[in-house]
């Protein structure tokens, strides 16, 4: 959970000027990520023994870590500057 807020910041920095409604998302991404590595940890110590939680652990590890690295390549959209602001052009 600590990567929450600054997954959180990267991703209203990516949106762009419409950056508010993407608050909520990388939070329910988070929730939802947590959620089935008890799961397989669980299912991994069920069938076979404790050990085999630290295995699981690190093939949910190797699987992340590529996309986390990918995530580090998106860069913010870029948002043309209007040639005169619109109060000007209503004068």
């Known amino acids: 959970m ?7 910041h990267r991703v209203v920095s990516l949106a762009g000027p419409g950056g ?3 608050s909520s998302p990388p939070v329910s991404a988070a929730n939802a990520g947590i959620a089935p590595d008890p799961y397989a ?3 991994a110590i069920g069938a ?4 085999s939680a630290v295995i699981t652990g690190l093939i ?3 699987i992340s ?3 986390v690295w990918a995530a580090g ?10 040639a005169e ?4 052009a209503a004068v």
């Open 2 to 8: 600590g990567m929450a807020p600054s997954t959180q």
């Open 20 to 22: 508010q409604p993407t």
């Open 41 to 43: 940890g669980g299912v």
């Open 48 to 51: 076979f023994a404790a050990s």
């Open 60 to 62: 949910i590890a190797v």
């Open 65 to 67: 870590i590529p996309v």
């Open 73 to 82: 390549f998106l860069k913010p959209p870029v948002v043309a500057d209007a």
């Open 85 to 88: 602001p619109a109060a000007a």
